[in-house]
């Protein structure tokens, strides 16, 4: 019967046509992405705080992910990803939710490196993609970037993780990022929901978008709005899955300065999903548009790197 309801030739009848529709039907609903969004930030910053439990890690504040999931619902939830991850056990459901809601642990290995390589961020334009938390991105705004740009795949992630923890370190704009070593020094998890203190004008540096990368890559190249290529982007675990691995890409491609760098943090096999480090140094070869480069690799637990990619042309 399958091989008759692939073949109309086969049988014509109304059953077979209609098997064959929902099958079309559905496989138009894997080739769907994700429409990008782009998420205002408003006026009254206290309010992105409201019901937020702080903690803190390398003297940065970020959301308790704990309480998002207990608390958020309804409209703050509108793609009913906390309920479905929280149902389903999973940090991962491909095309719905991409992880946003945890704290991976290669972007500790990146922010390490941030401060062991002095990569400076000062006056550069930077987009964090795959943002989840956000804290690369905030590291660069501590840094001085003149402009950084968050994107997540869920707007959820965005609107409740995101600009919250982005507001929340406002406070703390050009503080030095401690090393890895000074970790377990970092203060005490704080569980005070906090006021935004920070000086505005670094919420102005920032633009916040949710969708999937070659929406995003559209929206911002189509823009009315001024958007330079970016000097740095940072990305960290974006790379588990293979399938999207033409999608990142493309965007690091279109997005990214003649001169510009990108930072990828990633562990060098992903269990279960079949991605890696090197599957995606091999695609990125067969591209011939980047060159590549591992500027670190950690060896505690899981083995997890850092590489370094440029424009084969640049400088």
């Known amino acids: 019967k399958s091989r008759e309801a692939a ?7 109304p059953k077979l046509a209609a098997a064959k529709n929902q099958e079309e039907t559905a496989s138009k609903k894997e080739l769907c992405v994700k429409a990008a969004k782009e ?21 940065l504040s970020y959301v308790k992910l704990s309480v998002v999931e207990m608390t ?23 095309g719905v939710y991409e992880g946003g809601l945890k704290i991976w642990e290669c972007t ?27 804290l690369l991105g905030i590291v660069a705004l501590q840094g001085e970037a003149a402009r950084v740009h968050f994107q997540d795949y869920n707007s959820t992630v965005i609107d409740e993780i995101t600009l919250p923890n982005v507001v929340a370190n406002c406070t703390s704009e050009g503080r030095r990022m401690s090393s890895g070593k000074d970790r377990k020094a970092s203060k005490p998890p704080s569980k005070r929901p906090r006021k935004a203190e920070g000086s505005p004008n670094v ?19 189509n823009s009315n709005k001024p958007c330079s290529k970016y000097d740095v982007i940072l990305t960290s675990e974006t790379i588990y899955n293979p399938d999207y691995y033409s999608a990142l890409h493309d965007t690091l491609a279109q997005l990214l ?9 990633s562990k060098v096999h992903y269990f279960g999903v079949g991605g890696g480090v090197y599957l995606f140094e091999k695609f990125i070869e067969e591209k011939n548009v980047f ?12 083995q997890r790197c850092i590489m370094e990619i440029a424009f084969k042309n640049s400088c």
């Open 72 to 94: 958020c619902s309804g409209d703050a939830d509108s793609e009913g990803i906390v309920s479905k991850s929280v149902s389903s056990h999973s940090d991962l459901i491909p």
């Open 291 to 302: 060159r590549t480069r591992m500027v670190k690799t950690t060896d505690q637990g899981l």
């Open 203 to 221: 919420l102005s540096r920032c633009r916040f978008f949710s969708g999937e990368w070659s929406q995003v890559s559209q929206l911002l190249l």
């Open 108 to 134: 500790f290995d990146l922010m390490d490196y941030f401060s062991e390589a002095e990569i400076e961020f000062t006056n550069k334009t930077v987009l964090d993609l795959g943002c989840g938390a956000g």
């Open 257 to 265: 300065d003649r001169n510009g760098r990108v930072y990828l943090a």
């Open 7 to 13: 073949d109309p030739a086969a049988d014509s009848s």
């Open 39 to 59: 998420h205002s930030i408003p006026e009254d910053v206290n309010k992105v705080l409201e019901n937020k439990v702080m903690e803190t890690v390398l003297d």
